[in-house]
């Protein structure tokens, strides 16, 4: 499930937890605006078990603009990031940690 909308989330909620799709779709709703209300007032939001989201300020900084070449300026904002609990990070990925790492030297040939 690569991405998943709110209608589908509710979906399952509301068969996982014996609820109508509507109380779930409401639930997921308050949520989602409980979440955008903590961000807007403290600038982060933690959820035990799930993680924490925050805003984070981003500089003002160069680039170069691909269609004209020319130098342009890219004005600072913040944005939003989400950093999970490290249970949640486990379960994420449990799957990889089979996997060992293997440095690759330059000029080696696979």
Not at 12 to 35: D, G, P
Not at 45 to 70: H, M, P, Q, W, Y
């Amino acid at each position: 499930m690569s991405k998943i909308y709110i209608d589908q989330l509710a979906t399952e909620l509301a068969e996982k937890r014996n609820i109508s799709q509507k109380q779930a779709k409401q639930l997921l709703k308050a949520f989602v605006e409980t979440v955008q209300k903590g961000i807007a007032d403290d600038g982060m939001v933690k959820v035990k078990g799930l993680g924490t989201f925050k805003l984070i300020d981003i500089d003002a900084r160069e680039s170069i603009s691909v269609n004209t070449g020319e130098r342009v300026v890219i004005e600072g904002h913040q944005k939003l990031s989400f950093v999970p609990e490290p249970a949640m990070k486990e379960l994420v990925n449990r799957p990889f940690s089979a996997f060992e790492t293997v440095m690759l030297n330059d000029g080696v040939e696979l």
